[in-house]
């Protein structure tokens, strides 16, 4: 199966994630709201996915959380399933195709800072991907999990992405067979090879500024799938969120109506194509509904650009 996956525990303690948040007003509702939107625009946006798992317990602090999680993703991927990992605080803004996409373990894009060292472990990376967003194919290596494995049973409680570091190592030592022996290998160290920047945009400030556009490698507008880093304020970016899930799309909407009150089981049908925010399609249906007296309407989204450009609507 196709598997979105995503957390949400309850943290006891909030004073462990970059800032102390404990003061933070409205943070779990703020959290549980993103939460619904990072499900309603994956449902719309995601092409493939068959299913949704939202982990849910009780953790000492978000630290602790990102080991659990770890434990919780591994076991699923065992299970034979291809997973798609959110964090809650992302939003899918346009149709896009992960899965059977990439056949190694993918992040897409930068963080801020772009490179770092991890001096308790040794590490330095160069281009430093943000874990936000993950990409766990069944056809990835066991070898590649174990090197998360072996860091998650000595976890580095004291710095605060040390999740982070962990995930790089991991994407970084992915390798590929060379040769009609298949015995030599060579790292896969190309940064083009990961950076898919549309799968993961950084929305470190907003609106975006050209400067950001171009620190990402793509427009947000281009952007398919957005990361508003909630950390930075769950009230603020939550509200960001509510914009870009409210961006302009295409919905097919057949409506029923009855050719005759004495006859209510004959009933005629037309389609209509209607653009624009989710919020005003929604307004638009229920005004012809009550207007017209259609008995019932079914919706879908259109994805097929020809459709989309053939069709007017007036409803």
């Known amino acids: 199966m196709n598997i979105l996956v995503s957390k949400f ?10 800032n ?9 509702q703020n959290y549980e709201a993103m939460k619904d939107i990072l499900i309603e625009s994956a449902k719309r946006h995601l092409i493939d996915l068959d299913d949704v ?26 299970q034979g399933h291809n997973i798609l990992y959110c964090d809650l605080d992302v939003v899918f803004t346009k149709p896009i195709r992960v899965f059977g996409e990439f056949s190694d373990f993918m992040m897409f894009n930068h963080t801020d800072p772009r490179s770092t060292t991890h001096d308790k472990w040794n590490l330095h990376f160069g281009d430093f991907f943000n874990c936000g967003v993950r990409y766990y ?36 030592s992915q390798t590929r067979t ?42 947000l507008k281009d952007a398919a799938i957005v990361h ?15 914009e870009l899930n409210n961006g302009e799309i295409s919905i097919l909407a057949r ?36 207007k017209y007296g259609y008995v019932k309407v079914e919706t879908a989204e259109v994805k097929d650009e020809e459709i989309k450009a053939q069709s007017s609507i007036t409803l």
């Not at 056809?139 to 570091?165: H, P, T």
């Open 228 to 242: 508003v880093h909630g950390s930075r304020g769950s009230a603020d970016r939550l509200a960001i969120m509510h």
């Open 53 to 78: 798992i939202i982990h849910t317990d009780i953790v000492k602090d978000i630290r602790h959380g990102f080991v659990k999680h770890f434990e919780e993703i591994y076991e699923l991927w065992k």
């Open 255 to 290: 409506v029923y109506w009855r050719n005759h009150p004495s006859k209510p089981e004959e009933l005629n049908c037309k389609d209509y194509v209607l653009t624009g925010t989710k919020a005003d399609i929604d307004r638009r249906l229920k005004f012809a509904i009550g």
């Open 9 to 18: 525990y309850t943290v006891s303690d909030h004073s462990k994630w970059y």
């Open 137 to 172: 194919p069944q056809s990835m290596e066991q070898s590649v999990w174990d090197i998360g494995i072996a860091r998650m049973k000595n976890f580095d409680y004291e710095r605060w992405d040390s999740e982070q570091v962990v995930y790089n190592e991991m994407m970084w």
């Open 178 to 219: 060379v040769g009609e022996d298949d015995t030599k290998t060579k790292t896969i160290n190309s940064v083009e090879h990961y950076h898919n920047p549309h799968f993961a945009y950084q929305l470190l400030n907003y609106p975006p500024t050209p400067q950001l556009d171009e620190w990402n490698g793509c427009a």
């Open 20 to 28: 102390d948040r404990s003061s933070e007003e409205n943070l779990e």
